[in-house]
């Protein structure tokens, strides 16, 4: 299975009114239809305080309020069902703080996103801990199609590949930096021909068995690598 994603753009940092984000006015039908795992609807409330500060708080209230929602896709002949707008996050912790990484993020998911795509190589992990932190600050796991990727060096001196072993310690440093049990999707980031094939794929079988992802994917093959 290949997974393709697109960073999607934040809206602008002023809001349109003090203390509100504002939303689409217009929403197609059926695009609030709930979250097939939290049963939540994906229309959230969105205020940013004078700082700048941004929270989401959903209900039928908040529907009112700000009724969006996103069309939502099976990803592949995965059991997930994903936001057809993914948020890439290789600016978390080098472009965007954490603050302001977590305001993408709550505008994001105020717009009805669900799939949020990192990688333990973005800023050298520090994206995953901004998202773990803002998972946990949000209460918003069961929401959230949570997707990161392993193959790259994390430092000078750190290992790399697609092999079994490098993967395993790569996917177990990720759950913890995202303070999670497992993530929805892990994908391999780049080809590895060094790697052998068969290795790369049992460890992602494993990965699976064992519970730390939900599916497995790659990222950045060719059509012949596949």
Request: glycine share 12%; net charge negative.
């Amino acid at each position: 299975m290949v997974t393709y994603g697109r960073n999607c753009s934040s809206p602008s940092a002023v809001p349109s009114q003090p203390n509100r984000i504002q939303g689409p006015a217009d929403t197609p039908t059926g695009m609030n239809a709930p979250h097939p795992r939290s049963g939540r609807s994906p229309g959230y409330e969105a205020e940013a305080s004078p700082s700048g500060e941004a929270s989401v708080r959903g209900g039928a209230q908040a529907r009112e309020f700000y009724p969006v929602g996103m069309e939502q896709r099976t990803l592949g002949q995965s059991p997930l069902s994903v936001s057809v707008f993914g948020l890439g996050t290789m600016t978390f912790g080098a472009e965007a703080d954490e603050a302001i990484s977590h305001i993408i993020l709550d505008r994001y998911v105020a717009a009805g996103g669900s799939f949020i795509d990192t990688a333990d190589v973005y800023s050298a992990g520090v994206s995953e801990e901004i998202i773990g932190r803002w998972l946990a600050d949000r209460g918003r796991r069961d929401d959230i199609v949570l997707a990161t990727k392993g193959r790259f060096p994390m430092g000078p001196e750190s290992s790399a590949g697609a092999g079994r072993s490098y993967l395993t310690g790569a996917i177990d440093a990720s759950l913890s930096r995202l303070g999670v049990d497992f993530v929805d999707l892990y994908q391999v980031h780049a080809w590895d021909q060094a790697a052998d094939l068969d290795d790369t794929l049992e460890a992602l079988n494993e990965f699976v068995v064992a519970g730390k992802a939900r599916a497995v994917g790659v990222s950045n093959y060719t059509g012949w690598q596949l």
